[in-house]
């Protein structure tokens, strides 16, 4: 399985946005990039995802680089409730499990 | 639309029994995957199963774990003889497609695993 690399942690202000990056040098051409993200005692709950164009919900946005080598998750006014640890996980087009890394614990605050 | 149940929500054993842990997908969903969380880890695959079919099982045990997805019912995650190193939080998660990288998985909220 293609591997991520997320910083462990980063802090934000409550109301201002988050860039959550993401590398995945060893990327091949039909991973998709997909984001999760685990608040405490919870199950990770989906956020976002994309192949190579940038995307847009009402979560987030996702910024993928024009050589997919690394992406961005965008919370463009956290929250409170945004405190989490997110994931970036590439999934494999015949594989049906996701890789989890360590994620990035994101801490905001008021 | 009920969303992925999973029970119990906490279970202790003490070291030899036998753990057993169910996991009712979504509606409608007929793949069922399950993780493992070991404290401040992230989420290790473990099992992907398909309605009375083991698709992958290249993250379980060899030993002591098995898992099923029986024509009805839940699927039912298994480990007998249980030690403390299997003390961690279960995660199943369920999709509704066939393997697809952009099919996204609904988790359950977890069963935490405490062995005595």
């Known amino acids: 399985d293609a591997k991520t690399t997320q910083p462990n942690s980063m802090e934000s202000n409550e109301e201002e946005p988050v860039h959550l990056p993401c590398n995945h040098s060893?990327?091949?051409?039909?991973?998709?990039i997909h984001w999760y993200r685990q608040l405490p005692s919870q199950g990770p709950e989906y956020v976002i995802h994309g192949l190579t164009s940038n995307v847009n919900n009402r979560m987030a946005s996702l910024a993928i680089a024009e050589d997919r080598k690394s992406s961005t998750l965008i919370l463009h006014r956290a929250t409170l409730r945004d405190a989490a640890v997110y994931y970036c996980?590439?999934?494999?087009?015949?594989?049906?499990?996701?890789?989890f890394g360590d994620g990035t614990t994101l801490t905001v605050k008021p | 639309n009920a969303g992925v149940m999973q029970n119990p929500r906490h279970l202790v054993r003490r070291r030899g029994q036998e753990a057993r842990l169910r996991c009712s997908p979504m509606?409608?969903?007929?793949?069922v995957y399950w993780y493992r969380q070991l404290p401040e880890e992230g989420l290790k695959f473990m099992v992907y199963?398909?309605?009375?079919?083991?698709?992958?099982e290249s993250g379980m045990p060899k030993e002591r774990f098995s898992a099923e997805f029986p024509k009805e019912g839940p699927s039912i995650l298994r480990i007998q003889q249980v030690v403390r190193g299997d003390s961690a939080a279960y995660f199943c998660?369920?999709?509704?497609?066939?393997?697809?990288?952009?099919?996204?998985?609904?988790f359950g909220p977890g069963t935490r695993l405490t062995v005595l």
């Open positions: 509606k409608g969903h007929s793949h």
């Open positions: 996980i590439l999934r494999d087009t015949n594989a049906g499990k996701s890789t």
């Open positions: 199963l398909q309605k009375e079919n083991i698709i992958d």
């Open positions: 060893t990327i091949s051409g039909t991973d998709y």
């Open positions: 998660a369920s999709s509704s497609f066939e393997l697809s990288s952009y099919n996204e998985q609904f």
